[in-house]
């Protein structure tokens, strides 16, 4: 049984420039959340995906955005890098339904740096 | 004030001990609690759910106290694997979205 899977592990940007992020959910997961973890923080909601459409939108300007393909996996793409960019990116899958006590499972992350 | 609410510690206790940490939430509304563990540069993992009614993993005790809006960790025996931060997340009712805490972090040495 597969869990989350993210890409890639690690990598350095520069200011400016633009990133994506990629996410394949745990096995039978319809639904993908995007996480912004900085040093010495919990993870910081940044948006939902399920159904292919942004279900519910953290605190994040519109240089994060996002997509949900048909088979469930997500990427995640940030514009106009800024220093405050850098942190580790978590993509965590989850069951989609009514109840909001569905567990969710991260991915390893990937750790961002903007140089 | 801040949805979810923890002391970063660091917590620092020899091996055996019994540490607690403690969460506070601001939201009454919010209906699942859990509690996660992260491991230096990992990511978070479910270390147990939180019940009304309190539950117990082996060295582990959650308890959730409405009336005041806070949850507990209790951790008995500790080990120096018991090493990590430990997140507290709250997830409102009709929310999809659990919110985390910063994290407190425990550091059990010999």
């Known amino acids: 049984d597969a869990g989350v899977t993210q890409s890639p592990t690690h990598l350095i940007k520069t200011r400016g420039q633009q990133v994506t992020l990629r996410c394949s959910p745990k096995?039978?997961?319809?639904?993908v959340s995007w996480y912004q973890q900085a040093l010495g923080q919990g993870p910081q909601f940044i948006f939902q995906?399920?159904?292919?459409?942004?279900?519910q939108r953290g605190n994040f300007p519109d240089r994060f955005s996002g997509h949900q393909f048909p088979n469930y996996s997500s990427e995640l793409n940030v514009n106009a890098l800024l220093l405050g960019d850098s942190a580790l990116y978590l993509c965590?899958?989850?069951?989609?339904?009514?109840?909001?006590?569905?567990?969710?499972?991260f991915g390893e992350g990937s750790w961002l740096t903007v140089v | 004030r801040k949805e979810v609410e923890q002391d970063p510690g660091p917590f620092n206790v020899p091996e055996g001990a019994t540490v607690a940490f403690n969460c506070t939430y601001s939201?009454?509304?919010?209906?699942?609690f859990f509690w996660y563990r992260q491991d230096c540069r990992k990511e978070p993992k479910l270390l147990m759910s939180?019940?009304?009614s309190g539950n117990e993993d082996g060295r582990f005790t959650a308890q959730l106290n409405r009336a005041s809006q806070y949850i507990s960790l209790l951790i008995r025996d500790s080990k120096l694997s018991d090493s990590a931060t430990y997140l507290c997340?709250?997830?409102?009712?009709?929310?999809?979205?659990?919110?985390f805490g910063r994290g407190t972090s425990l550091i059990v040495h010999p």
């Open positions: 939180v019940y009304s």
């Open positions: 995906y399920y159904e292919e459409e942004e279900r």
């Open positions: 965590a899958s989850s069951l989609a339904g009514p109840s909001s006590g569905n567990t969710i499972y």
């Open positions: 096995s039978g997961h319809d639904t």
């Open positions: 997340v709250v997830n409102k009712g009709g929310s999809y979205i659990p919110t």
């Open positions: 939201n009454s509304a919010s209906q699942s």
